[in-house]
């Protein structure tokens, strides 16, 4: 979804779910379920490799920046 990306890039610029929590006025819970959801769409073992896979893959980033 929107809000899931949208979460994604937010952590890609260092902000804690706690930070993106409070930014979207959401709860820290669902912030990490979205992160949950992604890293299991993107078939990563954890956060920071989902992380990493947005950072180390320009194409990806783009996608991301421009989905709407």
Sequence with gaps: SYRQIQCLLLNTQGKTAK????????SSRTIE???EILR???NCSNRRELIALVLNNSELKNFL???K
Excluded: G, P, T
Excluded at 19 to 25: D, P, T, V
């Design 40 to 42: 299991i769409k993107f």
């Design 19 to 26: 930070e993106i929590a409070r930014e979207l006025s959401l």
């Design 33 to 35: 379920d979205y992160f």
């Design 65 to 67: 920046v421009n989905f």
